[in-house]
């Protein structure tokens, strides 16, 4: 039997990106949500369209709060949940002092559940629907993972890391044995529900050639999977590819080498680029996951908006946790804010949003699947509270503009500015209630 939900409150959503159109958002004060079996059937104006709602639909009354798409945070290591906010004198000694040992602990598919379902939890309470998602080395850390959003109908992407040098021996794969296993595991959890695999070399010097050549392969090989990497995060890391492949242009030119530069691939950082990277990227529609609560955490740098944004970069926003600092897009939104000023560049509410919704979900060639209110889009959203906090009450009672509101929202909100999140049109998180959804 068909099943109407409704939702009224404030809604925005995006239809393009509004650093380069006029018309690039829907913004229904008094709006209305309307949810079909789990999608999108309308987004509009509560007086147009509550006269037409079919027979029996629930209305949810959110009024005084704001429903925004689901976030999306394109890059992020669920294995570090537990060691987020570990200090260390950059990238390299923080991956050797804390990350690997860590990992470590995924050889146990029990560990492997146990924070697979913590780290959901924590981005629905954060308002984030769909991620990026690096599991280990173990396969069993991708069969948790995917096995944990699957069971909660989460449109995830997500896979098992690449690395067969350079990396302690109790995390070591091998060239062919990695993408083999890889390619077990895209054949049973690619569009399994709503589960993505991404191919996951974890950063070329964690990569012999051979292994970045198969993986290249796997990638053409399945052309519809996503293909996610580090790269130019720090000086040091840099100078290091430059000495493992002094035969390549750029680091990014390692990958572009093995064919890991396409559609659907993401990389994270993209700080140490030079302009023919920033045109490889635009040319092969590959994205950068920005991660400012980590660059900024491990000392590495500022992403340059105003290099990328003349190149077209395709862009999306990240947490990269555990070198990030929080789960929350809207905190990730504070940080991008003022690296984005550092560098001369002004970036508006409105286009951090874009970022964390339609942005991302274009990044991985997502529109049309999540990311907005259109006709059919999955019903993943989430229910902003701009009385959260005592202080963002008091300042959201003084914005005298769209803008400003999205601007206070983004600067002073976190997991407590999200008073609910919903997927695939099913409630998965209630503020004050803790785990996940109890009724609808
Ligand atoms: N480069 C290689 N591995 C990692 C990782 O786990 N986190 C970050 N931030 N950079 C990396
Ligand atoms: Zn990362």
Redesign the pocket.
């Known amino acids: 039997m068909t099943q109407h939900q409704a939702y009224r409150a404030s809604i925005l959503h995006f239809t393009a990106d509004p650093a380069f159109n006029d018309d690039a958002y829907a913004w229904h004060e008094d709006g209305l949500l309307v949810i079909e079996d789990g999608r999108v059937k309308a987004a509009g104006d509560h007086a147009q369209l509550h006269k037409d709602l079919p027979q029996g639909t629930v209305v949810h009354d959110y009024r005084g709060k704001l429903i925004v798409p689901g976030f999306i945070d394109t890059h992020v ?1 669920y294995p ?1 949940t537990d060691m987020i906010a570990s200090p260390a004198p950059g ?1 390299l000694p923080w ?1 050797d002092t804390y ?1 690997f040992p860590t990992e470590r602990k995924f050889d146990d598919p029990e560990h492997a559940h146990d924070v697979a379902r913590f780290f959901l939890d924590e981005l629905l309470r954060c308002g984030t629907t769909t991620a990026m998602v ?1 599991c280990t080395v173990h396969p069993n850390s991708v069969n948790a993972f995917f096995g944990e959003s699957h069971k909660r109908n989460l449109r995830m992407v997500a896979g098992k890391v690449l690395m067969d040098r350079n990396c302690p021996e109790f995390l070591c794969d091998t060239a062919e044995g990695g993408v083999r296993q890889s390619e077990e595991l895209i054949n049973t959890w690619h569009k399994h529900g709503r589960q993505l695999y991404a191919i996951t070399p ?2 070329a010097p ?1 990569s012999t050639v051979a292994q970045l050549q198969l993986a290249g392969e796997l990638a053409r090989a399945y052309p519809d999977t996503f293909l996610q990497t ?1 790269v130019a ?1 720090n000086t040091d ?1 840099v100078a290091w590819v430059k000495s493992l492949f002094p035969e390549s242009r750029s680091y990014l030119d390692v990958y572009d080498r093995y064919g890991m530069m396409r559609p659907r691939a993401m990389y ?2 993209c700080i140490w680029l030079d302009d023919h990277d920033r045109a490889r990227m635009r040319e092969t529609q590959s994205a950068a996951s920005i ?1 400012p609560t ?1 660059n900024l955490f ?1 000392g590495s740098g500022l992403f340059d908006f105003q290099r990328a944004d003349e190149a077209q970069v395709p862009m999306s926003l990240a947490t ?1 946790v555990g ?1 990030g600092t929080s789960f929350s897009m809207l905190q990730t939104m504070n940080e991008v804010y003022k690296v984005a000023r550092m560098g001369g560049t002004y970036l508006p509410a409105l286009r951090m949003f874009y970022m964390a919704t339609l942005g991302g979900a274009r990044s991985m060639q997502l529109e049309g699947t999540i990311g907005n209110f259109a006709p059919g889009v999955e019903a993943d959203f989430v229910v902003l509270d701009p009385q959260a906090t005592p202080l963002l009450a008091r300042r959201t009672a003084r914005t005298e503009s769209l803008e400003e509101l999205l601007f206070a929202l983004a600067l002073l909100g976190d997991d407590r500015t999200v008073a609910a999140t919903y997927s695939g049109g099913k409630r998965v998180h209630l503020r004050g209630e803790s785990g996940a959804e109890k009724s609808s």
Do not use: K, M, W
């Open positions: 290591h570090q990238l991956l990350t690096y974890r950063f964690t580090h995060e890391e994270a950082h991660c980590s491990l990269d070198g």
